[in-house]
């Protein structure tokens, strides 16, 4: 069991989402960062979609009732246990009482906490995130409160973890030649065309051109961008259409709005780009304000980017394992 004892808005159970209700109006929901969750649990010893805390308000702390091993992901910055600093991107094993603590990042937006076992929180449509739109899944079908308590899965405890832990090189590092950088500290977010986006002609270039940056009103279901707006150049009435994360919708008001994880499931603004899948998580975890601008990319350089993630974590599968392989034996 884990004790809540200090969190702020927004903090909440998720995992890599309930695809494939969308046709009856259920997002997906899930983490802004599934790659820092699918790391975490690895280095965990879960599966990739087990539940895991998403933190993106701080500072936050809990403390554990039984002995247990975690993993903070995702951020920049280091844990803290019992206030000594420990590693990001690393296995430790924590005995009862135990308090960990999660401080603001110093450029990241969230941080995950797995836990050796997952979170045992009810599956509805087989997943154990937090839907705050329809207030279901997750702890309660809410973000968390001081004083919650969630129970550990089973099996945790027994995972063989070195006292210096399990760690990984962060993929921001790991993958750095794979994805675009910038040196005016411009987030780089790779996209392709979607499909009305022929209808802004001299405005499409203003939005690939163009800085963006995130406004204050972005949220889980979408972040809005402030900049130039862009326009069509006719007005076309269009009915609604499936929306999925990643899909850059242009509302009347000519600033885009790029759908996250609990995208709306229908829309009827015109779409003009779609977010490289591989890049969704970089875009998860900028924060409000960032600036940001879209790289024209192609589907073939959208493959080549997903197969180098895929290497890089059954890099890390095949290493975790073969760590807790060699520690069963030496026990």
């Avoid at 997952?118 to 449509?125: A, E, K, Q, R």
């Avoid at 154990?128 to 945790?156: M, N, P, Q, V, W």
């Avoid at 969704?280 to 990319?297: K, T």
Wanted: charged share 20%; aromatic share 6%.
């Amino acid at each position: 069991m884990i004790e809540v004892i200090e969190t702020g808005p927004f903090n909440a159970v998720q995992d890599l989402g309930r695809p494939g209700y969308r046709d009856i109006g259920v997002s997906a929901s899930g983490a802004m960062d599934p790659l820092a969750v699918r790391i975490g649990n690895c280095l965990a010893g879960n599966h990739g979609g087990s539940a895991a805390l998403e933190i993106q308000t701080f500072p936050f702390r809990l403390r554990f009732d039984k002995r247990a091993v975690f993993v903070v992901s995702g951020t920049d910055g280091n844990p803290f246990l019992d206030g000594v600093e420990l590693l990001a991107w690393c296995a430790y094993r924590v005995e009862a009482g135990q308090v960990l603590e999660i401080r603001q990042p110093p450029k990241l937006a969230r941080a995950y906490v797995c836990v050796a076992g997952g979170l045992d929180v009810p599956s509805i449509m087989g997943s154990r995130s937090t839907s705050l739109r329809g207030g279901f899944g997750g702890h309660a079908g809410r973000t968390l409160e001081k004083g919650d308590r969630i129970a550990i899965g089973a099996g945790g405890d027994n995972l063989p973890v070195p006292d210096s832990g399990i760690a990984v090189v962060e993929p921001a590092v790991a993958l750095d030649r794979v994805f675009p950088q910038s040196s005016d500290g411009v987030l780089l977010i790779r996209a392709l065309p979607a499909g009305e986006h022929g209808l802004f002609a001299e405005d499409a270039k203003a939005f690939w051109d163009q800085t963006w940056r995130i406004s204050s009103r972005s949220d889980r279901t979408g972040y809005r961008l402030s900049g130039d707006p862009i326009i069509p150049v006719e007005t076309v009435e269009m009915r609604s259409h499936g929306v999925v994360p990643g899909v850059i919708q242009v509302p009347p008001g000519g600033e885009p709005i790029v759908q996250m994880s609990d995208a709306n499931t229908a829309g009827g603004y015109p779409k003009i780009a779609g977010v490289m899948e591989c890049d969704l998580w970089r875009l998860g975890q900028a924060r409000i304000g960032s600036r940001l601008r879209f790289v024209r990319s192609t589907h073939a350089e959208a493959r080549t980017v997903e197969l180098a993630v895929a290497r890089y974590l059954d890099d890390v599968r095949v290493t975790s394992e073969m760590v807790k392989r060699a520690l069963k034996v030496m026990a």
